[in-house]
């Protein structure tokens, strides 16, 4: 068993994560740099809200854990906010389900790290290993180093007065020639500049007259919001901004969810209401065969409509959702080969279907199955504009059975593999997509699979595409979510 450091592995590695920001492929790296350095068999990260953790992003190995929940309530993860690297007994100190599936990969042991913000752990690492024993010192040392990497918490604390170094919004003071008098440590956080390189100078941003509020964008493409007023009695005065980027996009994402959802109704609706139009207006001098046609387009558009609407409506219904959902054991298989039969015309064109004559029965929902299927079929053939197959096949594990959508498309970023369930998120943003969709398909495909404990995850296919993975808890499991 390797107890050294190959510190070369690591520094470099390292190096070359700190030159960029917290992006799925930065942490991906980070994963990849420790299990060289400390001779691990694969890697995973997660982060947490509260107690609600999901792994994010993981090394060859460990692929199959992206996009699953994880506790983090459970002692293993608790553990680590005193800040050190702890092992972890797969056997002894996880929870069954997952030490079942870790087990049956031949994983033995774990070492665990996590990231803390202020002293709560807001994102953890793990390590697999298949060989028995304990990290050295070293390879402690080195987890603990890359770990800190991940750390989002890295703001000076200069001591200066206090309720200015308390405030959240950056503050100036500027003399009666424009140049700054005073400089907090907020106003430092958003621009970048410290107070030594501020004072004396002009504010590093448009300065709107007092008793005026302004909107500049800063060099990094961050917006502020900039309020100046008068010091009574002095000719100074106080400028305080603060980062309103985030409101921004959010007005931003409304009025592009606005946009292409009144794109999306329309273009059914208006094919709808022409080929109705069509039969009414000329019905007698038309053959059957364009009959049937029109009334085909008709029956078809329609239910893109209804999708579309049911969407909308289901987006933000808790109630609604769960509603959908009842828990007992069904014939996956069966149920795939049933939700392809309702597919599409184009999308069924498209679909190679390899799927085994059985697998262990599972535990869900069957009638979710065909809403999943059309969710990620429609998605696969949406992203594949130049044609290509799209595949479904399906297998199992001795906790899970799954199925997969697979295309030969153009791919996802791995930045975008988590961004692409939030709801409403376009991949594209800006009016003029080359893709359709208002942004909830793959949102409403996580939250009807997660509410039959399972998961599901999207990751880039080699060498080209995307494959979409679904998995569910196979009956007879009793210890848990699979």
């Known amino acids: 068993m390797m107890t050294n450091v ?40 997660a982060e947490y809200t509260g107690t609600v953790g999901r792994v994010l992003a993981a090394t060859s190995g460990a692929e199959w854990t992206v996009g699953r929940p994880v506790d983090g309530a ?41 990231v803390l913000v202020d002293g709560r752990v807001a994102g953890s690492v793990h390590l697999h290993f298949r060989a028995a024993g304990e990290l050295s010192e070293a390879q402690r040392a080195a ?46 956080a958003l621009t970048g500049v410290p107070a030594g390189a501020a ?85 007698d001098q038309l ?63 498209r679909l190679r279907v390899d799927l085994p004559e059985t697998l262990p029965v599972v535990l869900g929902d069957a009638g979710s199955v065909p809403t999943v299927l059309t969710e990620l079929v429609q998605n696969a053939h949406k992203y594949s504009p130049g044609g290509g197959e799209i595949t479904l096949t399906a297998g199992a594990d001795e906790r899970t059975a799954y199925f997969r959508v697979a295309d030969s498309g153009i791919g996802i970023r791995p930045e975008h593999q988590e961004l692409a369930f939030a709801p409403r998120w376009q991949a594209e943003g800006t009016d003029r997509r080359r893709f359709g969709g208002v942004g909830l398909g793959l949102y409403l495909v996580r939250r009807i699979v997660e509410g039959q404990h399972g998961w599901v995850s999207l990751r880039r296919r080699n060498p080209d595409g995307t494959v979409a993975e679904v998995r569910l808890p196979r009956a007879g499991v009793t210890s848990g979510e699979a």
Do not use: M
Not at 29 to 43: K, M
Not at 76 to 96: I, W, Y
């Open 199 to 283: 004072i004396g100078r002009p504010v590093p941003f448009a300065v709107p007259r007092a008793g005026e509020v302004g909107e500049y964008e800063l060099p990094d493409g961050r917006w502020i919001e900039v309020v100046s007023s008068r010091l009574s009695g002095s000719t100074d005065r106080v400028v305080t901004f603060r980062d309103v980027s985030a409101a921004r996009r959010r007005a931003q994402v409304k009025d592009l969810f606005v946009a292409t959802t009144s794109h999306e109704l329309r273009s059914p609706v208006t094919a709808v209401h022409g080929h109705a139009d069509t039969l009414y207006r000329r019905w």
């Open 74 to 114: 459970q002692p293993a993860v608790v553990r680590l906010a005193d800040g050190s690297c702890v092992d972890v007994d797969v056997r002894a100190d996880l929870v069954t389900e997952l030490a079942d599936q870790l087990a049956a990969r031949g994983v033995l042991r774990l070492a665990a790290a996590g």
């Open 143 to 188: 987890v603990l180093l890359g770990v800190r990497v991940l750390d989002p918490v890295r703001t000076a604390r200069p001591a200066e007065d206090p309720l200015a170094t308390a405030l959240a919004d950056g503050l100036a003071v500027l003399g009666a020639d424009g140049l700054v008098r005073a400089w907090n440590p907020a106003a430092h």
């Open 6 to 45: 190959d510190y070369p592995v690591l520094v470099a590695g390292l190096l070359r994560c700190t030159q960029g920001d917290r992006r799925p492929a930065a942490v991906h790296g980070l994963l990849s740099t420790l299990v060289a350095a400390v001779g691990a068999d694969a890697a995973t990260y």
């Open 287 to 349: 053959d059957d065969e364009t009959r049937r046609d029109s009334v085909r387009r008709i029956w078809e558009r329609s239910g893109q409509l209804s999708t579309l609407v049911d969407r909308l409506l289901a987006a933000d219904d808790t109630a609604r959702i769960d509603a959908l959902l009842s828990s007992r054991t069904f014939d996956l298989v069966g149920a795939l080969r049933r939700a392809v039969r309702g597919l599409g015309t184009e999308e069924a064109a």
